[in-house]
């Protein structure tokens, strides 16, 4: 099975500051990476698929790139409603595994 | 609207059975991939499985083959997951989760089941 490993585990920031969460595979995932974003007692949503693509109605403010293994999601400017937990997947194979997300707070 | 709505909140008593589901509107339901995802509480999200309702071809994750069953009713849009005798272990909010988005993301989410099991 693919491991997915997410850093940091949580993160202190503060509205406007530039935020980077980091995703390493276990093996090659090509760009079969998403990230979503879920707040305390709402279902995930999904901000970028296929490692960049941003999905419908998500601010531009998120983006995510790829080098080899390792993906980045990057928030540029963080706003009030971005404090919320991320999460990777890799949907490159079954079983399609998530990273242990990270807790990005005030 | 696309949307998935998932049945409500159950409690249980440890060993009886439970069949939760997921009913699919807005959207050609036998075309999509439906996933299942497991959160305990306070921790992370788990990948369950996957069925493709036009002809429940279904895959699981290892650490769920064989504990639960996932199943689907193209019949009534609706996906199934399901237990045989619950254990204490099997509290969590289950999700189910079109695989719409690219590269098989899960683009449309149910709102949640909570599963308590408890004596």
């Known amino acids: 099975d693919i491991q997915m490993t997410q850093s940091p585990s949580s993160l202190s920031a503060s509205v406007g500051d530039r935020v980077t969460i980091t995703c390493r595979a276990s093996?090659?995932?090509?760009?079969?990476l998403n990230w979503y974003q879920q707040k305390p007692g709402k279902a995930p949503n999904l901000l970028i698929s296929?490692?960049?693509s941003l999905q419908s109605g998500v601010p531009s403010r998120f983006s995510g790139s790829a080098s080899g293994t390792d993906f980045t999601l990057t928030i540029s400017s963080l706003q009030p409603e971005d404090f919320a937990t991320y999460y990777c997947q890799q949907s490159y194979t079954t079983p399609y595994s998530f990273g242990q997300g990270t807790k990005l707070e005030i | 609207e696309v949307q998935l709505v998932q049945s409500g909140a159950e409690v249980k008593k440890p060993g009886e059975s439970l069949k939760i589901s997921c009913k699919g509107s807005g959207y050609s339901f036998t075309s999509y991939w439906i996933g299942w995802v497991r959160q305990m509480p306070g921790k992370g999200l788990e990948w369950v499985g996957l069925?493709?309702?036009?002809?429940?071809?279904?895959r699981y994750s290892p650490s769920f083959q064989g504990q639960v069953t996932i199943s689907a009713d193209k019949s009534v849009s609706t996906a199934y997951l399901q237990w045989s005798s619950l254990k204490a272990s099997d509290i969590a909010m289950y999700y189910c989760a079109r695989q719409g988005g690219g590269l098989d993301a899960f683009d449309i989410w149910g709102q949640g089941t909570m599963v308590t099991v408890s004596s």
């Open positions: 093996q090659s995932i090509s760009s079969y």
């Open positions: 069925i493709y309702p036009r002809d429940s071809d279904t």
């Open positions: 296929a490692a960049s």
